[in-house]
């Protein structure tokens, strides 16, 4: 409870003594550019084989001749949209960006830059910590944005190359009885997402104490709790939007 306390004290000081919003707005412009060019590519590849092993294992799994084909894509599309993407992306995230959060200012404090920025009058929290935040929450619904059509990409390739579904059925299945809710709810999904695994990450890593042996147990803390926060905040969020 105690380290939740600090948490939510940590969060509160995100806002005060800020410093001007020009400085932020370079700050987060070189954050976005780290996480979103830095992940992308990593991003697509993964979504692409997830979207492409949806297709076969649900294809391999209609025993029925009396389903319809479109219905494979139409449970990609579903699959893709609602977990795949925004929830699994969110594990990649945690590990490939937030580890990178949580090891470079924890060599930060235990360099005492942090105290440097500290001792002049700088909110190193603000300062550090909400450009990181801020261009999470910017970047990765963009990120989501591309691993679910990469997805469903990848299925289309793959279903029509291999003849288990047709291009027709496979754009049919995908446009059959679409909820538009579902892409809103992933959008939301991923902001509190990018939220949860960049603060928490950076709450690790600005507490940091030790040597370099500290800053990887750090890292690997930060990954763990952020990855459990995300599968705790993706039940909650669909118990609150998508129960009846």
């Known amino acids: 409870m105690s380290e939740i306390g600090r948490y939510f004290i940590f969060l509160g000081h995100l806002?005060?003594?800020?410093?001007?919003?020009?400085?932020?707005?370079?700050?987060?412009l070189e954050e976005s550019v780290a996480i979103g060019l830095g992940s992308v590519l990593l991003v697509a590849l993964v979504?692409?084989?997830m979207g492409a092993v949806t297709t076969v294992q649900t294809a391999y799994n209609m025993v029925s001749p009396l389903i319809p084909n479109y219905v494979i894509s139409q449970v990609v599309r579903e699959m893709t949209v609602l977990e795949l993407a925004p929830t699994i992306i969110a594990v990649i995230f945690a590990g490939k960006i937030g580890s990178s959060m949580a090891s470079g200012l924890g060599t930060m404090r235990i360099t005492e830059q942090i105290d440097a920025l500290e001792v002049m009058g700088i909110n190193?929290?603000?300062y550090l910590v909400l450009p990181k935040i801020a261009a999470s929450m910017l970047m990765y619904p963009l990120l989501v944005i591309i691993a679910g059509v990469c997805g469903l990409g990848g299925g289309y390739i793959v279903g029509t190359l291999t003849g288990i579904i047709t291009p027709n059925e496979y754009v049919y299945g995908i446009r059959?009885?679409?909820n538009e809710f579902t892409i809103t709810f992933a959008l939301i999904k991923s902001v509190v997402f990018a939220f949860l695994?960049?603060?928490?990450?950076s709450?690790?890593?600005y507490h940091t104490q030790g040597g370099a042996l500290e800053v990887g147990v750090s890292s690997t803390q930060a990954v763990t709790n952020s990855v459990i926060a995300v599968l705790l905040a993706d039940y909650f969020l669909a118990q609150l939007l998508l129960s009846k």
Do not use: Q
């Open 124 to 126: 190193s929290i603000s």
């Open 197 to 201: 695994v960049s603060s928490i990450s």
């Open 47 to 49: 979504s692409t084989f």
């Open 176 to 178: 059959y009885n679409f």
């Open 203 to 205: 709450f690790k890593g």
């Open 15 to 28: 806002f005060t003594n800020r410093e001007p919003f020009k400085t932020y707005y370079k700050l987060i």
